[in-house]
């Protein structure tokens, strides 16, 4: 059979990474495909930089994103990230008949059912392993291998970056700029960092996954979200000494029909998986009616780990393509147009919480915070002060009982109102 011709769009951390892998294991990935694949075409800015890995004669580099499109590319792979130009090439290369692999989340949650119509009329694939928590097969186990199953819940932590921040300042005490720079400087961070930390790539990622679990579409902009710029080197601290890590995690739920969503900083008991998985790993803890629980792990950034899920995606391509009249599937709900979700607001949800309240150090004020507190229903589970003797302000940590997410935001604002709060509280659920 002929060689299955790659024109790659981006040659940087997971682009190299795919060619590294194509290179080291190509006989391995022959004998499991049956036809050879060769990159043949790769797209970058600059023709100048030097590459990371050898890239050999026969791969042509080139800045004209024209030459993707040319008779000599079967399947574009997008590895360029961004919005605009990623979604002009892939709809330029579905119109084309060029099948499509992508590891563009922000794309997919913006513009992923535009795409998929296109690629369903096409009769053509369009592939996004690398999407979602980078070498972790979680597209993958959603839209096949669970697919017997109705998702009751989905929690995970899907962006390296921020968990590698988290890691550090946990366990080496690093601050957070110098932990994001080293993030930065092992290839994970996206190219503007924002997307990491304030919690907008976690976010792209579970728009992703929903569509894959519940089979409908959960729009970015109604997506909570908050990311872990807020949480500091003493919540960590206060979290441990309870006996929790602090985690940004993504949760999806269905709850009589609709769909409860959210992303934001957490604090997981110790003991729990989650709470474990440290540095560039991501988990996703998937709960279906038939299997239980399953809990994928592995790492979700950097340039081998996602270049191995993009490989995957090529060899699936390649698998369907030896199939005579192949038809891809590539929601996993036979390309039908999904419906908007039934949003259940994520102020409904009951959980323990997390508050740290920055209060001037005199009499009567931890009384005037629990009285607030009592009067939004909010139950105090366990508390902490601790502060230099006559200090301008003093931490004061409670977790408490259960208690509904849009009690906790309407004590956080009484509170924060009150003369003796000195800066705004800080407050994070408990899963
Ligand atoms: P990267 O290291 O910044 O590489 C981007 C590549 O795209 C570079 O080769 C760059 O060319 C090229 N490029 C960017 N804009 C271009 C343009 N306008 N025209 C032509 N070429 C352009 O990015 P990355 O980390 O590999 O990420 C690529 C994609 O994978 C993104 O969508 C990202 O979200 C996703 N992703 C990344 C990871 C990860 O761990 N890094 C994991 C999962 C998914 P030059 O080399 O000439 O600058
Ligand atoms: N910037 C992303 C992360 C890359 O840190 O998880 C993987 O999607």
Redesign the pocket.
């Known amino acids: 059979m002929n060689t299955l011709r790659l024109g790659l769009?981006?040659?940087?951390?997971?682009?190299?990474g795919l060619a590294q892998i194509l290179h080291e294991n190509r006989e391995g990935i022959l004998a499991r495909t049956g036809r050879d694949i060769a990159i043949t075409t790769v797209?970058?800015?600059?023709?100048t930089?030097k590459r990371a890995v050898a890239t050999g004669p026969e791969m042509r580099f080139t800045?004209n994103?024209d030459d993707l499109l040319g008779p000599d590319v079967d399947v574009v792979v997008?590895?360029?990230?961004?919005v605009g130009?990623?979604r002009e090439l892939i709809t330029r290369a579905l119109n084309a008949g060029k099948h499509v692999v992508?590891?563009?989340?922000?794309?997919l949650a913006l513009h992923g059912p535009e795409l998929s119509a296109l690629a369903a009329k096409k009769g053509l694939g369009l592939f996004y392993e690398?999407?979602v928590a980078?070498g972790v097969p979680i597209v993958q186990t959603l839209r096949e291998s669970l697919g017997a199953n109705r998702i009751e819940r989905l929690t995970g932590i899907m962006n390296?970056t921020a968990n590698y921040i988290l890691s550090e300042m946990t366990t080496n005490h690093l601050e957070f700029d110098v932990a994001l720079k080293q993030a930065q400087e092992l290839?994970?961070?996206?190219?503007d960092p924002t997307f990491d930390i304030e919690g907008f790539?976690t976010a792209h990622k579970l728009v992703v996954l929903i569509r894959l679990a519940y089979g409908r579409d959960f729009p970015l902009s109604k997506l909570p979200v908050r990311g872990i710029t807020q949480v500091t080197g003493s919540d960590i601290e206060f979290a441990r000494e309870f006996g929790y890590r602090i985690k940004l995690l993504a949760q999806a739920r269905e709850v009589d029909g609709k769909i409860v969503a959210s992303v934001e900083p957490t604090l997981v008991n110790h003991k729990f998986l989650l709470a474990r998985v440290g540095g560039n790993y991501n988990a996703v803890r998937v709960e279906g009616n038939a299997v239980g629980p399953i809990m994928l792990h592995g790492q979700?950034?950097?340039?081998l780990?996602?270049g191995s899920?993009v490989m995957a995606d090529v060899m699936a391509l390649c698998r369907g393509l030896a199939i005579p009249s192949a038809h891809f599937d590539n929601t996993g709900f036979g390309n039908k147009p999904l419906p908007e979700a039934d949003i259940l607001p994520s102020s409904e949800c009951v959980s323990m919480h997390y508050f740290r309240f920055s209060v001037a150090d005199r009499p009567g004020v931890l009384a005037a915070i629990a009285k607030t507190m009592a009067e939004h229903g909010i139950s105090i589970a366990q508390a902490v002060q601790k502060g230099e003797h006559k200090a301008p302000e003093v931490p004061i940590v409670f977790l408490t009982h259960e208690a509904k997410a849009s009690a906790a935001a309407e004590t956080v604002r009484a509170i924060d109102a009150l003369p003796f709060a000195v800066r705004p509280t800080v407050h994070f659920p408990i899963l």
């Open positions: 769009a981006g040659f940087g951390t997971v682009g190299s797209l970058v800015r600059d023709l930089k800045a994103p997008e590895l360029m990230g961004g130009l990623a992508t590891a563009n989340k922000h794309l690398a999407s980078g390296g290839g994970y961070a996206e190219a790539d979700g950034a950097g340039s780990p996602t899920a």
